[in-house]
Each structure stands twice: as structure tokens, then as C-alpha cells.
């Protein structure tokens, strides 16, 4: 599933962590940026890489996150209202990157509010390697990709069950790092039942890209994870969940490690 | 009117499609299906009966006399108060909801401020026999509760949504959710001139009747056009769909007017485009928007729920920067005082959106020498919340 179009210092490390992960699927656990306060988000995130996991996920939260559920929508508002802004993001991803590469989630006005090209650049100086904006689809997407290539990240798009085959092969071709595959026409949040939709999508998905296919949105429980890697997912994310737990334990901290490695333990 | 077809994706820089993935195609379906149903005689035609067999079109166009005794120049109203429903909503609602029995889409969802947008789309689906799911913010329920007993005797189930400063913004965003979650089912009827292509032109499209009547019944009743066009903006769609039909007329000015709310020094107002500022993109499109240094959305205030929104939609941005339309702003005490000023002078009660752009054209002092106004809806759904603002003024 390895190419060789491998080109920036970004997609070449996220690259080798699909390659090196030592699971069937490598691990990459959400979180959000300043969540419930950026101290404690650090130590999250900290958890995150001892408890397993591959690559990080790291979420810069917005005020109008259309793409979210309510664990993560709440989430972001309370980052917020925790003063969090984007160099607290950034001081995230500076701290954990040396330990796994992170790529960061956020929505398009928070990078056109710096600019694409000086947020991109931003980003990588922070460490991070990639770059997920759910509401700039294809259409929209090219003034970014111009802004990672030359700041030398990747620039993950994102395709859905309800994207059409043509739409999926431009999509495919242009993927950088990986494809964010999402696993349900819906926003984030956890779902009861559908490792059946899985394997549909990521047979398509992988059909479209020579980048690995990475599948996320509703992924909730272990077995649930260890059914995409099954159904041939080459990374899984974990967000809502994640978030859930961070969000209602007593220690949050040990509270996610523990999960990660149970979803690490799931993929092994 | 002219079957000539326009979607634009941009307006100058602004507009654009910044959605999930996962709507895209729905976008793309419904920009052909829009293409394809406005230049088809029939639909058309469907169309037209409807606005006027049921929604009664034309609306009057009304000299208003002791108001124009006022502001020392003729005013005339454009009568969409007198539209079924009560607002010009409607004229969008119905047109989306034919639309939407075009496209097979029998489950109908919608945002609303003021609650006549989601009237006009909860009486445009009982007629059309749709399932209509209707998203208003808590504190707007509040403030227009008559507008929520009409929506759930009509048959549509109204949805509270408690975020944020529970109004109009989140309202959207919980319905834009909505329908990423049942796009394959579901026809989201959006309620002004925002959102991703190819809403902003479908929505200015269907409200062009607004303008294109008035332009003719001006011409009929005093052989000439007016010197000034105005018109209130939440998200700008009864002013785009008035001013769409003299944007060609050079002499006529086109005037804008957003909330102020307690002032513009206050910060707590819905006055993007007044106050200018760098373009942000919220609900699908990059428009004047009310944000933050970072990017972070600001919540707006007005004591009027339709036009208490941060963003206005991608046209009126475009129409501002390029120096064709103006826009001020109107604080919620003057509305307030000109709600009862019209009532009282005109025997019309306005509703308080509507009320910012009267108290312009009354009692702001002006070269025109002929206004025209987009009375763009009735203040039945405002009573409560006018008399007990009224003391007040
Ligand atoms: C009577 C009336 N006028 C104006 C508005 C503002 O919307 P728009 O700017 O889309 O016309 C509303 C919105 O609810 C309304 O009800």
C-alpha cells in the first residue's frame, strides 16, 4: 500500500508509521487541542503515545464545528472557553511530535484567519506533519495543498460513503500521508453497530489511492477497531470515545491511556 | 421573467462551497436539479400559480403616505407582510419545496430565526405533503413562540437547539448536521442567501419576484425608478432578492441594513458588513463574517432573532466591496421605536427585522428623493417582546 509518491517531510513520516506500526492497522487516538484545559490535554496526549499509539490526531477546536457530534462539538467549546488558542495547539503538537508525528484537525476559517500559507508553515515549525480541514472539500482545496506542499506537510483529504467513484478516484489520487476514510454518512460520534458498512468503504477507498486508507467516525470500541483492520483498514481513529472518557473520568489521564492500549491491544 | 440560469460559486472572492466531503454530492445534485427545474416552463409555471393562487402574489406596492409626510420624500412599501405566512419567506420555501418533490426527497429540514422561515417551510411541506423537521435555537423559541405554535400545528416537529447563545447561528449548524447525517433522504431548505453554492443563487433566484414586482409596479404607479432601495439583512435574502432586480439601474442606490443591536461600539451587534473587517467562512462560505483574530466565531445580538446572525450571505459582500450597495446599521432601540411609529402612522405593525430598514428611510436624513422599501414581513410573531421592550424607548 506504500507508494512512490512519497514527497514531503510530512507525508514521508507518516509514511513510515503506517509501515512500522506494529498492529494490522495502525493506531491514531483524537484528541482535542485544549481539552478540558491545555495542561491537562498534554498530559492526554502524553497518555496517548505510552497507552500506544501510532500517530496522533490532534484537533485545534473551532467555535462552529459542523463536521462534529455533540461529545466533540462540547469538547471544543469548552477548550474554548478555556482559553485555548491556536499557539496552545501548536505548543501540543511541539511536545509530542518528536515522539510520534501528529496531524493536526481543524476547520477552514481558523487557517484562512492566518492565512494557509503562514498557517501551514506554522504547523510544520510546530512539528506537525499533516493537515485534516473537513469542510475544505476537493473544490476548495487547492490554495491549501499549494500552502503544505511548500511548508512541506501532508494535506489528508477526507471521502465518505456517500462520495461517488468518480468523485473518489480525484480524491485518491490526490491524497497525501493517508485518506481519511469516513465510515458512516454522518458527523463524529459513536455508533452501536456498523462494522458491516466497513468493509464497502474501505474496499473503495482503497481501490481510489495508492496512500493508505485510514478509517474513522464512529470507530467506538476495540472490536469495533479490530473489524476495520479486518475489513482492510491500514490506520484507525479514535475520537468520540477518546473524548467521552477524557471528558466523564475521574482521572482523565490514566482513564485514556487505559482505552488506548485496550484499542492497541484489539489491532495487535 | 427571463428562464436564463445562474449559479454562481463565487461572488467577486466570496461565496465558495466549504462543506464535509460527504454533502458534496448532494451539492453537485442539487445544482443540476436547480439548473434543470428553472429552465423547464413547467415548474415554472407550477411555481408561479402557487405564489399566486395560494401565496397571493402580486403584493400591493403602498405609498405610504403619512410617513412620507415625515421624511419629507415619497416612501413606498413593498408589501410582502401581505404574503401568506406573513414574510417574504415564503417565496423561497415554496420554491425549495417543489424542488425538493422534484428530486425525490420527501423529508424536509430547515433553520430559523424569526420562525418565518420555518413557517414558511412547515406550510410549503403540509401543502406538498413532506415530512418537515425544523431547527431554532432555544432563546429564539422563546422570543417567537407564536411562530412555534404555527410550525407544530402546521405538522412540523421543531427541534430545540441549546448551544452557543441558542440562536440562529447554531440553529444552522445543527441543521447543516442534520443533513449530513440524512443527505441521502433529505432536501435541506436553507432560509436566506448563506450557505455553499448553490444556495445563495437558488435562494436570491426565488426571492427576485420581490424585486421584479416592485421594479414594474414603481414604473406603473409614477412613470420612474426610485433614487433608493432598502432593505433589512439577517442573511440578506429579502434584500438580495429586491435589490437582484435594480442592480442594472445605475441611478438607484441600494441600501442595506443590518442590526446594530445595543451599538456598534458594544460589540454586541449582527452588523458584519457595516463594520467590514477580514472575510471568514462560516456555514459553508467565506462571507463578511464576525469573528475573532484566531478565527473563532462571534456571536451576534439583536432583539430581532431573524437578523441576529454573525455572517450575512456571499452576494451582499461582493455588492459591498465592488461599491454597487451600502450597508448601516440600526440599533435595537430605534427598531423597537420604529415598530411603533409605523403601526401608529401607517396602521401597518411591522415585524422588528423589518423595523431597522423603516427607521431608516424615516428618520435618517437623506439626498433621496424616492424610497423604496422591502416591508419584508408582519410583527404578529414580535408582540410580546415589543411591549415589554417599549417602556424602554
Ligand atoms: C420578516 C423578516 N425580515 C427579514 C428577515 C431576515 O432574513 P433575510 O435577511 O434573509 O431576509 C427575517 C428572518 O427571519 C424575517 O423574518
Redesign the interface.
Known amino acids: 500500500m506504500l507508494t512512490d509518491a512519497v514527497t514531503t517531510p510530512g507525508e514521508q513520516r507518516i509514511a513510515q508509521a503506517f509501515a512500522q506500526a506494529p498492529g494490522r492497522a495502525a493506531l491514531m487516538p483524537y484528541l482535542m487541542g485544549g481539552f478540558p484545559d491545555p495542561a491537562t490535554s498534554l498530559r492526554i496526549a502524553q497518555a496517548y503515545v505510552d497507552g500506544g499509539a501510532d500517530l496522533i490526531e490532534l484537533g485545534m477546536p473551532f467555535s462552529d464545528p459542523i463536521a462534529d457530534g455533540p461529545v466533540i462539538q462540547a469538547a471544543a467549546g469548552r477548550a474554548l472557553a478555556a482559553g485555548t488558542g491556536v499557539e496552545d495547539v501548536f505548543a501540543i503538537a511541539r511536545a509530542i511530535s518528536p515522539q510520534v508525528p501528529v496531524v493536526l484537525m481543524t476547520y477552514a476559517n481558523l487557517v484562512l484567519a492566518r492565512g494557509a500559507d503562514r498557517f501551514a508553515a506554522d504547523a510544520a515549525a510546530a512539528g506537525a506533519s499533516g493537515l485534516i480541514v473537513p469542510d475544505v472539500p476537493l473544490e476548495e482545496a487547492p490554495a491549501l495543498q499549494a500552502a503544505c506542499a511548500a511548508a512541506g506537510i501532508a494535506l489528508v483529504p477526507l471521502v465518505a460513503p456517500t462520495t461517488t467513484d468518480e468523485r473518489l478516484a480525484r480524491i485518491g489520487a490526490l491524497a497525501q500521508g493517508f485518506l481519511y476514510t469516513v465510515s458512516v454518512t454522518g458527523t463524529t460520534g459513536e455508533r452501536a453497530a456498523l462494522s458491516d458498512e466497513f468493509a464497502q468503504i474501505v474496499g473503495r477507498a482503497g481501490g481510489a489511492t495508492s496512500a493508505p486508507v485510514a478509517l474513522g467516525f464512529g470507530i467506538a470500541t476495540p472490536e469495533q477497531a479490530s473489524a476495520a483492520a479486518d475489513a482492510g483498514a491500514d490506520g484507525v481513529i479514535i475520537g468520540s470515545r477518546l473524548v467521552r472518557e477524557a471528558a466523564d473520568a475521574a482521572d482523565p489521564v490514566a482513564a485514556v491511556e487505559e482505552l488506548v492500549r485496550s484499542f492497541a491491544g484489539a489491532l495487535r | 421573467m427571463s428562464a436564463k440560469v445562474t449559479v454562481q460559486h463565487r461572488f467577486g472572492a466570496y461565496g ?11 451539492l453537485l445534485e442539487l445544482e443540476a436539479a436547480w439548473i434543470d427545474a428553472w429552465a423547464d416552463t413547467e415548474f415554472r409555471a407550477r411555481l408561479d400559480a402557487l405564489l399566486r393562487d395560494y401565496a397571493g402574489r402580486p403584493t400591493a406596492l403602498y405609498l405610504a403616505e403619512r410617513m412620507s409626510e415625515i421624511a419629507g420624500r415619497p416612501i413606498w412599501l413593498k408589501r410582502e407582510d401581505l404574503l401568506h405566512t406573513g414574510a417574504h419567506k415564503l417565496n423561497n420555501a415554496l420554491g425549495q419545496g417543489l424542488l425538493a418533490v422534484r428530486m425525490g426527497k420527501r423529508r424536509i429540514i430547515a433553520e430559523t430565526g424569526a420562525g418565518q422561515h420555518g413557517v414558511g417551510t412547515a406550510t410549503a411541506c403540509a401543502l406538498l405533503g413532506l415530512e418537515c423537521v425544523v431547527y431554532m435555537g432555544a432563546e429564539d423559541m422563546r422570543r417567537q413562540l407564536p411562530n412555534v405554535q404555527r410550525m407544530e400545528l402546521l405538522g412540523a416537529e421543531v427541534r430545540a437547539v441549546e ?2 447563545t441558542r440562536t440562529l ?1 447554531e440553529a444552522t ?1 445543527e441543521a ?2 442534520d443533513w ?5 433522504t433529505t432536501h435541506y431548505i436553507i432560509g436566506s442567501a448563506i450557505g455553499p453554492a448553490p444556495y445563495p443563487s437558488i435562494v436570491r433566484d426565488l426571492q427576485r419576484v420581490i424585486g421584479d414586482e416592485a421594479r414594474e409596479q414603481i414604473l406603473a404607479a409614477t412613470g420612474r425608478l426610485p433614487a433608493r432601495v432598502v432593505a433589512c439583512v439577517g442573511g440578506g435574502s429579502n434584500a438580495i432578492g429586491t435589490f437582484a432586480a435594480f442592480v442594472d439601474d445605475p441611478g438607484v442606490r441600494l441600501l442595506g441594513v443590518e442590526a446594530a443591536g445595543e451599538g456598534l461600539d458594544s460589540g454586541r451587534h449582527g452588523a458584519p458588513l457595516t463594520v467590514g473587517g ?1 472575510p ?5 462560505a ?1 462571507i463578511a ?1 464576525l ?7 462571534i456571536e451576534a445580538h439583536s432583539v430581532s432573532a431573524g437578523l441576529d446572525y454573525p455572517g450575512a450571505g456571499p452576494e451582499h459582500a461582493h455588492l459591498r466591496d465592488s461599491g454597487r450597495a451600502t450597508y448601516t446599521a440600526v440599533t435595537d432601540l430605534d427598531a423597537l421605536r420604529a415598530v411603533r411609529d409605523v403601526a401608529r402612522l401607517e396602521g401597518i405593525i411591522p415585524a422588528l427585522e423589518t423595523a431597522h430598514a423603516l427607521h431608516v428611510v424615516l428618520r435618517e436624513a437623506d439626498t433621496s428623493d424616492m424610497d423604496l422599501v422591502c416591508l419584508s414581513g408582519r410583527g404578529d410573531k414580535d408582540l410580546a417582546e415589543v411591549m415589554r421592550r417599549l417602556p424602554e424607548c
Not at chain 2, 180 to 184: F, G, K, L, P
Open positions: 465558495g462551497q466549504y462543506v464535509p466531503e460527504t454533502l458534496m454530492p448532494a448551544a452557543g447561528k449548524s447543516i448536521r449530513v447525517t440524512n443527505v441521502e477580514r471568514g467562512v462560516l456555514h459553508g467565506l463574517l469573528q475573532t483574530d484566531e478565527g473563532q466565531v
